[in-house]
Structures are given as C-alpha cells and as structure tokens.
C-alpha cells in the first residue's frame, strides 16, 4: 500500500512539472511592435435639378486615406513609425475633375532614452504627394494642361534628416528640437525645376540642400470617447539664411475625427503653410468629409 501510495505520488510530481513547462513553452511571446492601423473611404455630394432656382452646382467628392502607426519601447530605446496617405477628388458639374486632397507623408525616429522625459534622436522624414497638381487660374478649369502644371510626385518632395533632443512630458505630447538637420527639396519634373520654383537656385537644378534648425510639436489624444484630435506643427529656421524672409518655413496640420459609429466617421482637417519659397503669402485648405472607416490595434 505504502509502495503504490509513493508511486502515486511521483507520477503526480512528473505529470505537473510537465505540464508547467509545457504551459511555459506555450506562453505568448509580447509583440515587438504595437500596431495602430486606420483605412477608409469618404464621400460628398449635391445634386440640384436644372430649373432650381436658389442657385448651386451639382458635385460628388470622394476619396481615401491609409495611417498606419507601429511603436517600440524597451529600457534604452523608443523607436517610432508613422504612414500617412491620403488622396480625394471633386467632380463639379460644367468642370474637370479636381484633387481638393494629395498627401503621402512618413517619418521615422529612433531614440535613445536619457530619462523618463528626454531622449536623444535621429529621425528621417519625406514628404511628397501621389497625384499631379495644377495651378487653375492660369488656364481654363477644362483645358487643365501641362503648362499649368506646378507639382507632382517628387516634385516637389521634402527629405529631412535630424538628430537632437526629444521631450515627452505626456503619453499624448512630444517635442523635437533638432539642431542638426538637413532638408532637401527635391524636384525630379524636368517643366517644373525649369521654372525654378520651391527655392531652387538655377533652372534645371533637381536638389536644394538646406541646413536648418527644426522644432516640432505633436498632440495626439482621445478628447472624449469617438472624439480624437491630432496636430502637428513644425517650424524650420535656415542657418545661413538670417534676415531673409524665407528663412523661416511654418507648418501645421490640425486632424479631428468624430466616430458616430464603430465605422462611420466625420472628419475635420485644417493645413496651413508658410513657406515663401512656394508663396509670399499664408497657404491654407480645410477639408470636412464624411466616410467610413477600419480601424486596428494591437498592444
């Protein structure tokens, strides 16, 4: 009895710790990367019969737009990775089809954590857009022709390279103050580096290289539930361009999106650019579109 009580008990000791490693060995591994991935679709309409007499032109808008985010953060370094796309048209009737929005923006940053608030970085930014762009005062809305023709893909495209300090004094906050950065307009379109807009310096020139002090500034947070707010502002001084009125180049970019279901959204954009070697004066857009859209997340 006492020999088959002791044999009972060792199978039971041999069967747990077994289990206990295989229940290790299956244990999840944690993700390298949290994910934050958002597609969708937008659309805007308006249709007025012939004989209407309040005035008003039939249109149709739509488009699409892809962000997609992937973090990653251990006890020396947070690394950080973000995809913006955006792309949308407008149909008005009597007109050629029009882009009201063309973004293709990325940017990636590796830093190297000094506290619980700063870190050292370096960073590689581009930003450019998908489509052709055209300047429409300058020929008719239905005869949009090459020689109106003042952007396109990459050209123009901006290259940003910086390395320097990174604060974060919140989860949804953070600020970059680059002291070494190198911004390169690029300009591949034979037509447009010819005319020698964006700064180039001669025509035919494809590349303008600028060395820059940069500060940016980034909220992104949750106001409400279905209530998110983002903005982005940047702004570039030119080291050996002091006193002159294109030394400074200012963006912002304002993002509010409203979740009136798990998949219908409205959103509200604002841009605003001042660069003087694009304009002499303040550029702006603002965008307000309804849509749908996906969106997934990991931790």
């Known amino acids: 009895m006492k020999k088959n009580l002791l044999l009972f008990l060792v199978l039971v000791s041999v ?24 597609a969708g679709f937008t659309l805007n309409q308006s249709s007025f019969s012939d004989n209407w007499k309040g005035g008003g032109v039939s249109s149709f808008a739509f488009g699409w737009f892809l962000n997609y985010n992937a973090k990653h953060h251990t006890d020396n370094w947070d690394f950080n990775s973000d995809l913006q796309m955006q792309l949308g048209y407008q149909d008005n009737k009597g007109e050629k089809r029009r882009k009201n929005a063309d973004r293709l923006f990325y940017d990636l940053k590796a830093g190297y954590i000094l506290n619980s608030h700063w870190n050292v970085f370096g960073s590689l930014n581009f930003l450019s857009q998908f489509k052709d762009g055209f300047d429409y005062k300058t020929k008719s ?25 990174e604060y974060k004094p919140l989860n949804y906050i ?17 037509s447009i580096s010819n005319a020698q807009l964006y700064g180039l310096e001669k025509p035919g020139d494809k590349i303008r290289n600028q060395f820059v002090l ?17 903005t982005r502002y940047m702004v570039n001084y030119d080291y050996f361009k002091n006193g002159k009125p294109n030394a400074f180049v200012h963006i912002l970019n304002a993002n ?35 849509g749908m859209i996906y969106s997934l997340s990991s931790k």
């Open 141 to 165: 809305s239905v005869d949009a022709t090459m020689d109106s023709l003042i952007s396109t893909f990459m050209a123009p495209a901006y290259i940003t390279t910086s390395v320097g300090l």
């Open 256 to 290: 509010l999106t409203l979740k009136a279901t798990k998949y219908i959204s409205t959103n509200f954009q604002v841009n605003l650019i001042n660069d003087y070697d694009q304009s002499h004066t303040m550029q702006w857009s603002q965008i307000l579109s309804l």
């Open 174 to 190: 953070w600020m970059r103050l680059g002291i070494g950065t190198l911004r390169q307009t690029v300009v591949l379109d034979k």
């Open 15 to 38: 069967q747990t710790a077994f289990a206990q490693g295989d229940s290790a060995a299956v244990k999840p591994k944690e993700r390298l990367f949290k994910h934050n991935f958002q």
């Open 214 to 230: 940069q500060y940016i500034f980034n909220f992104d947070k949750d106001l409400a539930k279905n209530v998110n707010f983002k």
